[in-house]
């Protein structure tokens, strides 16, 4: 399939490399706070860690889920596990305490591994009653034929 790219596509690319252009030029003149050999590893170290673990993991839980919810509950719960996944990843830092400092108890003064199950707790509750209504009302969820692959 032969696509042309319209101007918007050229326009954002232009404007999505000024800003990484941006944050690497920050990052070298900021280089005593940014330390650029610390920050190459960690986007390395990331990149590495998201491809090889973080992905296929996730990837893996996406087919499980469709291979063991069947019908009617399989998108609320496939809606629960994104929400609430997507916060926990959001959360991840604060629970493993990473911006702790010593002597100031106010930099993270919360219990974050509570807060997150209250949060998971709250996306339950929403996607239930909405499935609830869903339901109530009638109105299904238009699904995709099967075409069996994949």
């Known amino acids: 399939m032969n696509r042309r790219r319209g101007?918007?596509?050229?326009?954002?690319?232009?404007?999505?490399?000024?800003?990484?252009?941006?944050?690497?030029?920050?990052?070298?003149?900021?280089?005593?706070?940014?330390?650029?050999?610390?920050?190459?590893?960690?986007?390395?170290?990331?990149?590495?860690?998201?491809?090889?673990?973080?992905a296929p993991v996730v990837l893996g839980a996406g087919v499980a889920v469709a291979w063991l919810v069947r019908g009617r509950w399989r998108a609320p719960v496939?809606?629960?596990?994104?929400?609430?996944?997507?916060?926990?990843?959001?959360?991840?830092?604060?629970?493993r305490d990473y911006a702790r400092v010593n002597h100031n108890p106010s930099s993270l003064p919360h219990n974050y591994t509570a807060n997150l199950l209250v949060v998971a707790g709250a996306v339950l509750l929403g996607v239930l009653v909405v499935t609830w209504l869903h339901r109530r009302r009638g109105t299904r969820v238009r699904r995709a034929p099967d075409t069996g692959v994949g």
């Open 78 to 95: 496939q809606a629960f596990l994104i929400i609430a996944g997507c916060a926990a990843l959001f959360a991840w830092p604060e629970i």
């Open 7 to 54: 101007p918007l596509f050229w326009a954002s690319a232009v404007a999505g490399w000024a800003i990484i252009g941006w944050g690497v030029r920050g990052a070298l003149i900021h280089h005593l706070d940014t330390k650029p050999p610390d920050l190459v590893r960690f986007f390395l170290a990331g990149d590495i860690i998201h491809d090889l673990i973080f």
